[in-house]
């Protein structure tokens, strides 16, 4: 990966819809060279997809936790990833270092429904103990720099 696919890739970032020839004309390609690249920064995982960027708010998912899932024993990130993805709520799991086994960040439409959703969570066999942090207001919510 070079410096235009750099670029290529804060032009897909700012605007995942423009077309190749716009591309093109920000890094100094032409269309099909900037596909060709594409493609290929597709191929290597380097971009995984093109996606709509969703408020979960406007959905009616505006509550969120993250929450601190301590297992009974040791237990595999993928035993854990199997428990947690039927649930709806988890938008996103981590193991972690420390104390924890693993983070996970819930999505509720309100308290209650969090409520609803963390009871679901510690009756999952594989789970101890969870401690959980409400999401107040979000200070920062950025993609990472190319």
């Not at 591309?23 to 971009?47: F, H, Q, W, Y």
């Not at 899932?69 to 237990?75: I, M």
Request: charged share 25%; glycine share 6%; proline share 5%.
């Amino acid at each position: 990966m070079d410096s235009i696919d750099q670029r290529i890739i804060s032009c897909l970032m700012a605007n995942a819809r423009s077309s190749y020839a716009e591309i093109g004309k920000e890094v100094g390609l032409s269309a099909p060279a900037v596909k060709r690249r594409v493609d290929k920064l597709l191929d290597t995982g380097v971009l995984r997809g093109f996606t709509a960027v969703v408020d979960p708010e406007a959905l009616g998912w505006g509550t969120e936790a993250f929450v601190e899932v301590h297992c009974k024993g040791n237990v595999a990130p993928h035993d854990i990833q199997h428990r947690l993805e039927p649930m709806a709520e988890v938008s996103a799991a981590y193991t972690v270092s420390g104390a924890a086994d693993a983070i996970v960040h819930l999505r509720a439409a309100d308290i209650h429904h969090l409520e609803t959703a963390l009871e679901r969570l510690r009756a999952v066999e594989i789970i101890d103990r969870t401690v959980s942090t409400v999401v107040l207001s979000r200070l920062l919510d950025r993609p990472p720099a190319p």
